[in-house]
């Protein structure tokens, strides 16, 4: 449990424990009272505002007087709004985003400004490079955030550990996991951003087609880890049916829908292998060495969509397979989670879901974010990097508190059930994601080689992988030759 659980925890059973030596000459029954609210308390989980509070308090309040300037996307999905809110609002969102910003002036004297660009990356580099320094944050996506680190243009969060809690739940444990190239990481997801949440892929499930077949509850399955690619298919392949005109098409009820792209990478990432992995420090091209796994993850996804009618995918038309799950012709739909919003017109309930393991042997659900996420990095001529750790670490508290729980509430509020274990399953799918060097510099382009296979229904990797891994390792020992240098 983190830190901050177990330090709540200890000093509200300190409390409790004084209550209860306090009232030992009370009645019987107002003994058994205080017994029975004692254990409630003991083991009732502390919110994300209580935990914030508890590493709020740990820093001392300032009075810096000055502005902290984000570099943001301009007008892709929620890169503006996740940063900058001009004054309270009924959208709870913008609110959040408004009350955290409030609440880091209050705390610091620091005032959130955002500047949109249409390319980050651009105007990062030239500012740098003209050491002008009109940035403090810059929240590019994933390959134009990569670009930035390779060519030196970002500091490392690393030298900045003392000053962060990057190890807490307010930041992504994926990147400082998967994304320390020589021992350094520059750049982190976590709960300033939730564009990253928002292109983060996801299963959604349909509760009356559950309910109507009598298939097994999909949320037990999830916290038994027997949520696996098998079990996955039992019950896909129950479901379909064809409309009573012959043929299968868009009109007709599936068991999985999805998109290309990004449905079908997916395959790869929620087995839990990468093209390139990261070993002390070193990023390694590790493609090949999964491939009697990655032949049974192809072979898997031809006998689920292309060997049989159970499963529907639409090629450049999301909008297709939203409208067809909405119209309960699919058990499950695999998309990005900011698709749920798009549901509101939907009638019947559903749930959200990580997607599958590869099996019960893999010891965590996994997912990736789509490469248009933004990701979060400092520029490398920082002024003073403590205290901008300190205010970016602040910043990130806040959003715990205020941001997190209105990104949940606006996800999940348009479902006709709202369920808490939704929410479970969304905690998981955030603290279980994965990252991959070689999807984020797209141009190693070996994610490419997985997703085309899966398209086209074939399993023969080898002859694939033989044409592109010469050009893939090529390119990674370029962009090393680059981190080398910094």
């Known amino acids: 449990m983190k830190k901050a ?24 029954d107002s003994v058994k009272t205080d017994a029975v609210e004692s254990t409630a308390a003991e083991t009732a989980e502390p919110t994300k505002a209580e935990i914030a509070d508890e590493f709020l308090s740990q820093i001392p309040d300032a009075n810096l007087k000055r502005t902290f300037n984000v570099l943001v996307m301009s007008g892709v999905g929620n890169s503006e709004k996740e940063i900058f809110a001009e004054d309270a609002s009924s959208e709870p969102i913008e609110n959040a985003v408004f009350l955290r910003n409030a609440a880091l002036a209050d705390k610091l004297g620091v005032t959130i400004t955002m500047t949109p660009q249409a390319s980050v990356a651009t105007a990062a580099q030239n500012d740098i490079k003209a050491n002008a320094k009109s940035y403090d944050l810059i929240m590019a996506n994933g390959p134009d955030t990569g670009s930035l680190a390779q060519n030196g243009y970002l500091y490392n969060f690393l030298d900045l550990k003392d000053y962060m809690n990057l190890d807490q739940e307010w930041w992504d444990p994926g990147t400082l996991r998967d994304c320390a190239i020589n021992g350094k990481v520059y750049f982190m997801n976590g709960d300033i951003n939730i564009l990253d949440n928002d292109v983060t892929w996801i299963m959604l499930f349909n509760k009356k087609m559950i309910a ?5 509850e999909p949320y037990e399955l999830v916290r038994q880890k027997k949520w696996t690619l098998d079990k996955f298919y039992e019950l896909v392949t129950t479901v379909s049916k064809d409309n009573g005109d012959g043929k299968y098409d868009e009109n007709d009820t599936y068991g999985f829908l999805t998109t290309n792209g990004g449905g079908m990478t997916n395959f790869m990432y929620t087995s839990d292998i990468k093209t390139v992995e990261i070993t002390d420090g070193t990023p390694r091209i590790v493609m090949g060495d999964y491939q009697e796994k990655i032949i049974s993850v192809l072979s898997y996804c031809k006998k689920l969509l292309h060997d049989g009618n159970f499963s529907w995918v639409s090629i450049n038309k999301p909008e297709q397979t939203r409208d067809m799950f909405m119209n309960n012709q699919g058990l499950f739909y695999s998309e990005v989670l900011s698709y749920i919003v798009n549901l509101s017109d939907m009638d019947s309930p559903y749930g959200v879901l990580p997607t599958p393991l590869y099996d019960e042997n ?25 205290e901008t750790a300190t205010i970016i670490e602040t910043f990130a508290l806040y959003s715990y508190k205020y941001l997190t729980p209105a990104y949940y509430d606006v996800t999940l509020k348009r479902k006709k059930s709202r369920d808490s274990e939704s929410s479970e399953m969304i905690d998981i799918i955030l603290q279980t994601r994965t990252y991959d060097i070689g999807y984020i510099y797209s141009s190693i382009g070996l994610a490419e080689v997985f997703r085309n296979l899966v398209l086209n229904g074939s399993s023969d990797f080898a002859s694939a992988y033989k044409k592109k891994s010469k050009s893939a390792e090529k390119q990674l020992s370029s962009i090393m030759k680059k981190y080398d240098k910094i």
């Open 5 to 28: 659980i177990c330090i709540f925890l200890t000093l509200l059973f300190a409390v409790m424990c004084f209550s209860a030596c306090a009232e030992s000459n009370a009645p019987d």
């Open 212 to 216: 109507d077949n009598d298939l097994e």
């Open 362 to 386: 893999q010891k965590e659900y996994r997912t990736h974010v789509d490469g248009v996420g933004s990701m979060i990095s400092i520029p490398s001529n920082v002024t003073n990097p403590e």
